[in-house]
């Protein structure tokens, strides 16, 4: 069985950056892709970013591309979330999950086999 840790989240103002982890224990993560995703109060959850196992590869969703930098460090097993130029409608928790190994990387939330607990990001205006 596979447990994600995220860590990281807090408060900041808009234009802040915050970097955001995801610890993952009980299993290696080094042949599994994964992917950040939020959700807001009163919204669905929604993708935001994804890595292949290898980490050559990376998705994003529309509003990160620029902003926002998925990376890895399969030594640590650890995914990690950088934001920069935050904006208030970042507002959410936001979830790391992993997919099954050897499984490509994909922003469809029901490929995902193991979630964390989630990490607040609030942005203040």
């Known amino acids: 069985q596979v447990q994600l840790v995220e860590s990281g989240g807090g408060l900041v103002q808009a234009g802040d950056s915050l970097r955001v982890s995801c610890a993952a224990s009980?299993?290696?993560?080094?042949?599994?892709?994964m992917g950040w995703f939020r959700q807001a109060p009163g919204k669905e959850r929604e993708f935001v970013a994804t890595i292949s196992w290898s980490g050559g590869r990376t998705l994003y969703a529309d509003f990160a591309k620029g902003r926002f930098t998925i990376s890895r460090d399969n030594a640590k097993n650890t995914v990690y979330l950088q934001m920069n130029s935050l904006k208030p409608e970042d507002t959410a928790v936001y979830y790391c999950a992993a997919r099954q190994a050897y499984s490509s990387a994909t922003y469809y939330t029901s490929g995902y086999s193991y979630w964390g607990q989630g990490t607040q990001v609030t942005v203040s205006s």
């Open positions: 009980g299993r290696t993560l080094s042949r599994c892709a």
